[in-house]
Nanobody
Framework: QVQLVESGGGLVQAGGSLRLSCAAS????????MGWFRQAPGKEREFVAA????????YYTDSVKGRFTISRDNAKNTLYLQMNSLKPEDTAVYYC??????????????????WGQGTQVTVSS
């Protein structure tokens, strides 16, 4: 059973930075792509960023391009999301996610079967 545990969320002022981490266990971490999603109050969960198995390809939603960086350390079974120049609209619960098998569309939330408990990110104006 895949287990994902996020950490690193918190309260930050607009323009600040946070680094989220996601510790994975239960299977070979490097075997699958990984993704970050977020859910703001009253909104649906949405794609934020994804990364291929060995980190050679990354994908971002338009609103975070140039500000967020997804990365992974397969030796440490850990996924990261570096978030810079944070805005109040980035406020949400952030989730890391893993697919059950090889993904077809890496940005599609339906491809992901395993989810962490989430970590709250709050950006004040």
């Amino acid at each position: 059973q895949v287990q994902l545990v996020e950490s690193g969320g918190g309260l930050v002022q607009a323009g600040g930075s946070l680094r989220l981490s996601c510790a994975a266990s239960g299977r070979t971490f490097s075997s699958y792509a990984m993704g970050w999603f977020r859910q703001a109050p009253g909104k649906e969960r949405e794609f934020v960023a994804a990364i291929s198995r060995f980190g050679g390809r990354t994908y971002y939603t338009d609103s975070v391009k140039g500000r967020f960086t997804i990365s992974r350390d397969n030796a440490k079974n850990t996924l990261y999301l570096q978030m810079n120049s944070l805005k109040p609209e980035d406020t949400a619960v952030y989730y890391c996610a893993a697919p059950r098998s090889n993904v077809v569309v890496i940005t599609d939330i339906l491809e992901y079967d395993y989810w962490g408990q989430g970590t709250q990110v709050t950006v004040s104006s």
